[in-house]
């Protein structure tokens, strides 16, 4: 080989347009302006652990122009982030930092970075360059196309629907980890149909390969083949990326961190921003272990900590050191605020949820009339189903609220259905409520529900039973009617019709196994029921439930409207994985009670209950100015008569000096 001769870049005296030592603060300072032993830019493997509200995206912004004015050209940068918007919004912070062109730089995210790869050379893994990727509904259509190609007898045992299937396909190659993995961590009840599940994945990639299409994870998987198996691309791609910066590395996968090891493998220059304390994505495949074994991988890494929090009063920032220092593994850190004053935060124990929200409400309004807007107010929560009170509370005393986690919790399609098995049960003549069951059974559509509702309503308008065989049920929901029926004639049998035993009955006789099949979060959804029956346990009639669902449920666009309008203040609702990357000054966090918060599912291990401290971490670092944490002492639950609860272990965690305790007291003559 011959020797090689290096250029140099050519530079006289450097003038650069920021002034990066007032910009940013110490921490800041040192990692976006580290350099290599040899004084260049060339500053090797770096691992940035930047804290809650300690300015990771201004971090990285400025590590970008830093390189640009010290004579990186802008195409030898990739930038990866986990939404287009995050790497759309830091390069236009480098726009308007610079007057330098850095249009060429490569940003986005991985399946964005990977989709611009694969154009150019998707031809070398037999496809076309214009070939086209599928959403989620396509993937899930094709996949349900495939059962039926696949000859596979669903009438025999149910079958896991596209959906579910797409899930699982998902998570194997995210955590690149197989089929039979999978299912036996996670979806358990699928076990025994490995070997058809497994097979259907061929008959999937080459119908795929055949219609020219990629789904979202192939965007990856083939992106990381090219590198593998075609080394002319690989060495390319290689040699083009000179620096390689990762946001939110905490919140990688497996592939997705082989594959920013494939790219940065030749220069070395990768730069890592994450807080391992904020890793709580493990149920969608992230690997808290990427960022904690980063130095290992990288034995000549760097480690740079940013600890300055830019958020929250002292108090908030006290407690939130502390409620982490329970996990083993982790890079220790301690925030350090930036502003001073400001209260200690609460602790609320209420009698029960009813009370909670009680409490949550009316200190809402207290805020506001003491000038914090209600935009400026949170409440969060581990699980939806824990604001199930909170939100018929705040809709009785006409406060306007938005829920970040998705719909309300009564207008989610599994709580709808299990209402209409109640509604028809109350009330035969419900037209829409019986026909919302008939397409639950396979292959029943808005046609056939309206043919087989002629021939049943005068069946349950006489009140007799349904028959459990009838010639009118098409063969393929023979099976699921039958159980149907009969939960529906149970339902209408019972006396006295109480709600909470009802839905059980549901759940039970119908619905768990359909939600198996229809749902990859069906362990999730059913659990969300069987809530939904404590809660049914306080009202004396279904009468009475049904009403106060109906008054719930009776606000569908509400949510949408008030986010497009801007023109209405309203709380914010949301789960603690949705709040992540959000503040607010007044933070709720309720139902902080063990089995709630953490989960009692998460607790079966040390990572499991590791990754629900973190999640708590999350919770009140989003506090600017005031932390309100509350659990109900009692809580009713399905089946008994509810229990007393135990303060969550992060509570008992706490040192008692980092919060004020709060007993509930009631006005005399107002109860």
């Given at each position: 080989?011959a020797?090689e001769?290096?250029?140099?870049?050519?530079?006289?005296?450097?003038?650069?347009h920021?002034?990066?030592?007032?910009?940013?603060?110490?921490?800041?300072f040192?990692a976006?302006?580290?350099?290599?032993?040899?004084?260049?830019?060339n500053?090797?493997?770096?691992?940035?652990?930047?804290?809650?509200?300690?300015?990771?995206?201004?971090?990285?912004?400025?590590?970008?122009?830093?390189?640009?004015?010290?004579?990186?050209?802008?195409?030898?940068?990739?930038l990866?982030?986990?939404?287009?918007?995050?790497?759309?919004?830091?390069?236009?912070?480098?726009?308007?930092?610079?007057?330098?062109?850095?249009s060429?730089?490569?940003?986005?995210?991985?399946?964005?970075?990977?989709?611009r790869?694969?154009?150019?050379?998707?031809?070398?893994?037999?496809?076309g360059?214009?070939?086209?990727?599928?959403?989620?509904?396509?993937?899930k259509?094709?996949?349900?196309?495939?059962?039926?190609?696949?000859?596979?007898?669903?009438?025999?045992?149910r079958?896991?629907?596209?959906?579910?299937?797409a899930?699982?396909y998902?998570?194997?190659v995210?955590?690149?980890?197989?089929?039979e993995?999978?299912?036996?961590?996670?979806?358990?009840?699928?076990?025994?149909?490995?070997?058809?599940i497994?097979?259907?994945?061929?008959v999937?990639?080459e119908?795929?390969l055949?219609?020219?299409?990629?789904?979202?994870d192939?965007?990856?998987v083939?992106?990381?083949?090219?590198?593998?198996?075609?080394d002319?691309?690989?060495?390319?791609?290689?040699e083009?990326?000179?620096?390689?910066?990762?946001?939110?590395?905490?919140?990688?996968?497996?592939?997705?961190a082989?594959?920013?090891?494939?790219?940065?493998?030749?220069?070395?220059?990768?730069?890592?921003?994450?807080?391992?304390?904020?890793s709580?994505?493990?149920?969608?495949g992230?690997?808290?272990?990427?960022?904690?074994?980063?130095?290992?991988?990288y034995p000549?890494?760097?480690?740079?900590?940013?600890?300055v929090?830019?958020r929250?009063?002292?108090s908030?920032l006290?407690?939130?050191?502390d409620?982490?220092?329970?996990?083993?593994?982790?890079?220790?850190?301690?925030?350090?605020?930036v502003?001073?004053?400001?209260?200690?935060?609460w602790?609320?124990?209420?009698?029960?949820?009813n009370?909670?929200?009680?409490?949550?409400?009316?200190?809402?309004?207290?805020?506001?009339?003491?000038?914090?807007?209600?935009?400026?107010?949170?409440?969060?929560?581990?699980?939806?189903y824990?604001?199930?009170?909170?939100?018929?509370?705040?809709t009785?005393?006409?406060?306007?609220?938005?829920?970040?986690?998705?719909?309300?919790?009564?207008?989610?399609a599994h709580?709808?259905?299990?209402?209409c098995?109640?509604?028809?049960?109350?009330?035969p003549?419900?037209e829409?409520?019986?026909?919302?069951?008939l397409?639950?059974?396979?292959?029943?559509?808005?046609?056939?529900?309206?043919?087989l509702?002629?021939?049943?309503?005068?069946?349950?308008?006489?009140g007799?039973?349904?028959?459990?065989?009838?010639?009118?049920?098409?063969?393929?929901?023979?099976?699921?009617?039958?159980?149907?029926?009969?939960?529906?004639?149970?339902l209408?049998?019972?006396?006295?019709?109480?709600?909470a035993?009802?839905?059980?009955q549901?759940?039970?006789?119908f619905?768990?196994?359909?939600?198996?099949?229809?749902?990859?979060?069906?362990?999730?959804?059913?659990?969300?029921?069987h809530?939904l029956a404590?809660?049914?346990m306080?009202?004396?009639?279904?009468?009475?439930?049904?009403?106060q669902?109906?008054?719930?449920?009776?606000?569908?666009?509400?949510?949408?409207s008030?986010?497009?309008?801007?023109?209405q203040?309203?709380v914010?609702?949301?789960?603690?994985?949705?709040?992540?990357?959000?503040e607010?000054?007044?933070?709720?966090?309720?139902?902080?009670?063990?089995?709630?918060?953490?989960?009692?599912?998460?607790?079966?291990?040390?990572?499991?209950?590791e990754?629900?401290?973190?999640l708590?971490?999350?919770?009140?670092?989003?506090?600017?100015?005031?932390?309100y944490?509350?659990?109900?002492?009692?809580?009713?639950?399905?089946?008994?008569?509810?229990?007393?609860?135990?303060?969550?272990r992060f509570?008992?965690?706490l040192?008692?000096?980092?919060?004020?305790?709060?007993?509930?007291?009631?006005q005399?003559?107002?109860?």
């Amino acid at each position: 080989m011959a020797p090689e001769y290096i250029l140099k870049p050519a530079h006289g005296p450097r003038d650069l347009h920021i002034d990066y030592r007032v910009e940013l603060n110490d921490q800041q300072f040192a990692a976006v302006t580290a350099t290599g032993a040899d004084g260049t830019v060339n500053s090797g493997p770096m691992l940035v652990i930047a804290g809650a509200g300690s300015g990771k995206t201004r971090t990285l912004t400025y590590r970008v122009a830093w390189l640009v004015e010290h004579d990186v050209p802008p195409g030898r940068i990739l930038l990866l982030t986990f939404t287009n918007k995050a790497a759309k919004e830091m390069l236009r912070r480098v726009e308007n930092l610079l007057p330098t062109d850095i249009s060429a730089i490569w940003g986005g995210t991985f399946h964005h970075i990977g989709n611009r790869i694969l154009r150019r050379h998707a031809k070398l893994l037999g496809y076309g360059q214009d070939f086209t990727i599928l959403d989620r509904e396509d993937a899930k259509d094709m996949l349900d196309a495939c059962v039926a190609e696949a000859g596979i007898d669903t009438k025999q045992e149910r079958f896991p629907k596209g959906d579910v299937l797409a899930e699982i396909y998902s998570l194997a190659v995210n955590t690149e980890r197989t089929v039979e993995q999978v299912l036996a961590e996670q979806y358990d009840y699928f076990s025994h149909l490995a070997g058809p599940i497994k097979t259907l994945r061929e008959v999937y990639r080459e119908r795929k390969l055949k219609a020219n299409a990629m789904d979202y994870d192939d965007l990856l998987v083939n992106t990381l083949r090219l590198f593998q198996e075609h080394d002319e691309v690989a060495a390319r791609y290689r040699e083009q990326f000179l620096h390689v910066l990762v946001d939110e590395y905490q919140d990688t996968n497996k592939i997705q961190a082989d594959l920013i090891d494939a790219i940065a493998t030749v220069h070395r220059n990768l730069m890592v921003v994450g807080d391992d304390a904020q890793s709580i994505y493990s149920w969608r495949g992230a690997n808290y272990r990427n960022i904690l074994g980063f130095p290992q991988r990288y034995p000549s890494a760097r480690t740079f900590k940013i600890e300055v929090n830019y958020r929250s009063v002292p108090s908030i920032l006290a407690l939130a050191n502390d409620a982490i220092k329970g996990n083993i593994h982790q890079f220790a850190k301690n925030l350090t605020a930036v502003r001073s004053g400001g209260a200690k935060p609460w602790l609320i124990p209420c009698p029960d949820s009813n009370q909670q929200s009680q409490f949550v409400a009316q200190r809402i309004l207290e805020l506001r009339d003491e000038g914090v807007p209600l935009n400026d107010v949170a409440v969060l929560y581990r699980a939806h189903y824990h604001a199930m009170e909170l939100q018929m509370e705040l809709t009785r005393r006409n406060i306007p609220y938005v829920i970040t986690s998705g719909l309300r919790f009564f207008e989610q399609a599994h709580v709808k259905d299990v209402s209409c098995f109640l509604k028809v049960a109350v009330n035969p003549q419900d037209e829409m409520a019986f026909k919302r069951i008939l397409k639950l059974l396979a292959g029943i559509g808005a046609k056939t529900a309206d043919k087989l509702w002629g021939k049943f309503h005068p069946v349950l308008s006489a009140g007799k039973p349904l028959l459990l065989t009838s010639e009118a049920i098409p063969k393929k929901a023979v099976d699921d009617w039958k159980k149907a029926a009969q939960v529906l004639n149970q339902l209408r049998q019972m006396q006295p019709k109480r709600a909470a035993e009802m839905i059980e009955q549901i759940i039970d006789g119908f619905y768990a196994s359909y939600l198996k099949v229809k749902f990859p979060n069906a362990r999730t959804r059913e659990e969300d029921l069987h809530q939904l029956a404590s809660f049914a346990m306080q009202f004396d009639t279904i009468d009475d439930f049904l009403s106060q669902l109906a008054l719930l449920t009776n606000l569908e666009a509400e949510d949408a409207s008030l986010l497009a309008s801007n023109e209405q203040e309203f709380v914010r609702l949301s789960t603690v994985h949705q709040a992540k990357g959000q503040e607010w000054r007044a933070v709720f966090v309720i139902g902080l009670c063990d089995g709630m918060f953490p989960l009692a599912r998460s607790l079966d291990n040390l990572e499991g209950e590791e990754e629900e401290r973190r999640l708590f971490y999350v919770a009140v670092t989003r506090a600017k100015d005031e932390l309100y944490l509350t659990y109900p002492v009692f809580r009713m639950t399905a089946g008994d008569s509810g229990g007393f609860q135990r303060p969550s272990r992060f509570l008992a965690e706490l040192p008692k000096t980092h919060y004020q305790e709060f007993s509930i007291r009631h006005q005399a003559g107002h109860w």
